[in-house]
């Protein structure tokens, strides 16, 4: 797939997973069970062990999915993600480095940035957009604040992103938003409710669809 192809997913799915684990156990049906409420879009994180052999398991067995490998913090790390089967990279923090080899390799990155200066030097540098975090504690104002002065970037809030606010970071201007154990809960991965996953996913999409 296409980076264009892929941010147009973002864009019309409005809501990317994000999945960190204290293990990759269970990993694949969580990843089942958020498709089954809508979500396809998927950021499996380098702090989960095994998340390197855990892409690459998933990109083969879960070929229709979109499997990102977030919590990148160095080209070397980008690039096995990648060769892995990654789709996407994200990255907590401004790291040029990992924006160019995600370019270099015609991968969308979605670059860890707060600040409007950060925001604007992530998207100078090439990133495709940029993960605004952590979200939660300026909420959606913030997003129509930042985009004000700088509509052509586009911005993905990470952290405090749930059901009841994923509407509002929408309407306030948001490219795409990412949830994380608001939408994967610890307790109910941890004891593989996957039910509980994938009526959270559909909370999310009925959210998002609203607005």
């Not at 490219?175 to 009526?199: C, M, P, Q, Y």
């Amino acid at each position: 797939m296409k980076k264009d192809a892929i941010l147009a997913k973002f864009r019309a799915e409005r809501v990317i997973a994000l999945i960190r684990a204290d293990s990759s156990d269970g990993l694949l049906d969580c990843a089942r069970a958020l498709a089954a409420g809508g979500l396809t879009s998927i950021e499996l994180t380098m702090t989960t062990p095994g998340a390197i052999r855990m892409l690459e398991r998933a990109a083969t067995e879960l070929p229709d999915f979109l499997f990102g490998l977030g919590t990148v913090l160095d080209a070397e790390t980008a690039r096995v993600g990648i060769l892995a089967g990654a789709r996407f990279i994200v990255t907590p923090a401004l790291r040029p480095d990992v924006i160019a080899l995600c370019r270099r390799y015609g991968v969308p990155v979605l670059c860890g940035a707060f600040t409007p200066t950060e925001i604007l030097t992530a998207w100078e540098a090439g990133a495709d957009a940029a993960k605004v975090f952590p979200a939660e504690f300026f909420g959606p104002g913030f997003i129509k604040a930042v985009k004000a002065p700088l509509p052509q970037i586009e911005l993905v809030p990470t952290g405090g992103v749930n059901e009841t606010n994923v509407a509002e970071f929408l309407r306030a201007g948001a490219f795409a938003t990412a949830a994380g154990s608001s939408l994967v809960d610890a307790k109910a991965l941890r004891e593989r409710n996957w039910g509980a996953i994938t009526a959270k996913a559909k909370a999310f999409v009925a959210a998002a669809a609203a607005a």
